[in-house]
């Protein structure tokens, strides 16, 4: 690997360690010739996989098209970029794990919403909104009646008592 500095590709890897949920490795690395020290991060990559959308048309797998709708999913929403980098390699291992060359649209969809729905029930929603195109606010009902019943009781207001008289 060259070196960012200098250009030099005498570089020496002096430390490697997993990195976010074991799917990375981070390397510290130190050039040969100016001493420069740089990090750099190997991670497993889905190669050669097809999409297949909605139309019928096929196009490569793209990771930064699943990382856009997060995003959108998440805006002003809580998350770290440690915690996206380490959902995005989830949901990229659970499409590795369907082991085909070719997988649909709506498999990348549904994989994603099951993880967001543990990770955060309001960028869950967002997603689904825009995944399965809601048109009304019964689709938004139906999709958090998705959630546990633990969950929904957070995200529904409670109606409070109120001691009125006749």
């Known amino acids: 690997m060259r070196c960012p500095a200098c250009g030099e590709a005498d570089t020496k890897v002096i430390d490697s360690r997993l990195a976010g949920s074991g799917l990375a490795i981070r390397r510290r690395r130190e050039c040969g010739v100016c001493e420069f020290r ?3 991060v190997e991670e497993v990559q889905i190669l050669d996989l097809t999409v297949v959308k909605r139309t019928g048309q096929r196009e490569p797998y793209a990771r930064e098209k699943v990382l856009s709708g997060i ?3 998440f805006e002003k929403r ?3 970029r440690e915690d996206l980098d380490r959902l995005i390699q989830i949901i990229e291992q659970d499409i590795q794990v369907l082991r085909k060359p070719e997988v649909t649209s709506q498999q990348i969809g549904e ?3 099951r993880r967001l729905k543990r990770v955060d029930e309001v960028a ?3 997603f689904a909104s825009v995944y399965q195109g809601f048109s ?3 689709a938004f009902h139906r999709a958090i009646l998705r959630l546990t019943p633990s969950r ?3 995200l529904l207001p409670t109606r409070k008592k109120t001691n009125r008289k006749k």
Request: proline letters at 5%; charged letters at 30%; a positive charge.
């Open 124 to 126: 869950f929603i967002r």
């Open 136 to 138: 009304d606010a019964a």
């Open 71 to 73: 995003k959108k999913a």
């Open 111 to 113: 994989i994603v919403m």
């Open 38 to 40: 740089f990090s750099t």
């Open 78 to 80: 809580p998350l770290t």
């Open 152 to 154: 929904i009781r957070k």
